[in-house]
């Protein structure tokens, strides 16, 4: 069992940026393919970026690349979403998430029922 405690979230100006942290806790975080996704008011939940268990491989979605960067500190359990030239159509509660790699074969999992693991959220806000 592993839970996640995203942080980081809060309020920026259009064209500011933000790190987001996923903390985990349980001994098989290093194992864990992890993603972060991001739902805004009235909209369905979205991909943003997925990371593998071993930091190895990263995916974006089409929205945020070349603007976000995720990474990951396994001795640390920690997630990370580097969040730059951010713009009013970011805001939403970005949610880290994770799943078991049994294997240790990276596939990149982009959907949010591939995720096992959820944390509980954090806010986001760009303003214009």
């Known amino acids: 069992q592993v839970q996640l405690v995203e942080s980081g979230g809060g309020l920026v100006q259009a064209g500011g940026f933000l790190r987001l942290s996923c903390a985990a806790s349980?001994?098989?975080?290093?194992?864990?393919?992890m993603g972060w996704f991001r739902q805004a008011p009235g909209k369905e939940r979205e991909f943003v970026a997925a990371?593998?268990?071993?930091?190895?491989?990263?995916y974006y979605g089409d929205s945020v690349k070349g603007r976000y960067i995720i990474s990951r500190d396994n001795a640390k359990n920690t997630v990370y979403l580097q969040m730059n030239s951010l713009k009013p159509e970011d805001t939403a509660v970005y949610y880290c998430?994770?799943?078991?790699?049994?294997?240790?074969?990276?596939?990149?999992?982009?959907?949010?029922?591939?995720?096992?693991?959820w944390g509980q959220g954090t806010q986001v806000t760009v303003s214009s």
């Open positions: 998430a994770g799943t078991a790699n049994l294997s240790g074969r990276y596939r990149p999992r982009l959907r949010a029922d591939e995720y096992v693991y």
């Open positions: 349980g001994r098989t975080f290093s194992t864990c393919d």
């Open positions: 990371i593998s268990w071993s930091g190895g491989s990263t």
